[in-house]
């Protein structure tokens, strides 16, 4: 149950018509919510079905209208809610499709990442503690979800902070999922650092489009802090590079020049290693 504390601080922000945000309290996760005239978009679904239920709760404040699902990204605080949104009568769910493969592959490996907010989706025992994966993918090209007198556009950009995450875009706002990371470093453990950036700036190229950018986590930001998003991790790439040129042996040698705390660099120089043969 949500204390009264966590019910009062669930206030959509309305970033555009129809479209609107909710930050769960945690890791400030933002879930979107896109009111069509037919049909409504959820994006994200929270960590387990506690979580799963305060969204949904707040969902239903907005629109009785039957909901689609989209999961930016297969990380657990994305999709672990999914099985409270089967049970509210959902049967579309959304992501890209590497991300559809991962977490069919590694959903139930992520459950013990979960055992302090989500105890009974950690043990999988109890209501709503299935893993729901999507049951549509995107690929290379976006696809148009109708809600009923517009559309919202799903579409991935290339590698970043995974290798399938997905965008989803309304007539006002871009909601980037963990590719666009705000209040805390970005989360490289399965990342590709050397692509990242890139994929930063084709979503800097999109700022005329959208008025609001919504990040997975954090404050909704403006082109300003995409833009220094992608130079510092463009540095940040050119730096490990050298430093690993200088020492092969230990590039760790490079984490204090680093623009990301010590554990997120240390994740940054090891994926920078794993993944720089693959192209992008
Ligand atoms: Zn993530």
Redesign the pocket.
């Known amino acids: 149950m949500a204390t009264k504390a966590e019910k009062t601080m669930l206030q959509w922000r309305n970033v555009g018509s129809g479209s609107h945000v909710l930050a769960t309290p945690g890791e400030l996760l933002n879930t979107g919510l896109v009111v069509g005239r037919d049909r409504a978009l959820v994006v994200d679904t929270g960590c387990g079905p506690r979580q799963g239920a305060q969204i949904l709760a707040a969902v239903r404040q907005l629109t009785e209208l039957p909901l689609i699902v989209v999961n930016t ?1 297969a ?1 657990y ?2 999709f672990f809610g999914n099985a409270v949104f089967a049970a509210d009568g959902a049967t579309e769910f959304w992501a890209h499709e590497n991300a559809a493969k991962d977490m069919a592959a590694h959903a139930e490996v992520q459950r013990p990442l979960v055992s302090k907010l989500e105890p009974e989706m950690a043990a999988g025992v109890g209501e709503n503690t299935a893993l729901v994966l999507p049951t549509a993918v995107v690929g290379e090209q976006p696809v148009l979800v109708d809600l009923g007198g517009f559309s919202a556009t799903l579409f991935h950009l290339g590698l970043g ?1 995974t290798d399938g995450d997905l965008l989803v875009g309304t007539p006002t706002a871009l909601f980037a999922g ?1 590719l666009v990371e705000h209040g805390a470093y970005p ?1 490289f453990e399965d990342s590709y650092p050397a692509q990242w950036a890139q994929t930063l700036r084709q979503i800097s190229a999109l700022r005329h489009r959208y008025e609001f950018l919504v990040p ?1 986590h954090g404050e909704p930001v403006d082109d300003d802090f995409v833009h220094t998003m992608a130079t510092t991790m463009s540095t940040a790439v050119r730096q490990a590079q050298e430093a690993t040129r200088e020492m092969p042996d230990d590039a760790t040698k490079a984490i204090p020049v680093l623009p990301y705390g010590p554990v997120q660099s240390r994740w940054f120089i090891t994926r920078l290693k794993e993944t720089s043969s693959r192209p992008n």
């Open positions: 990204h990380h605080d994305h902070h963990d989360a997975g």
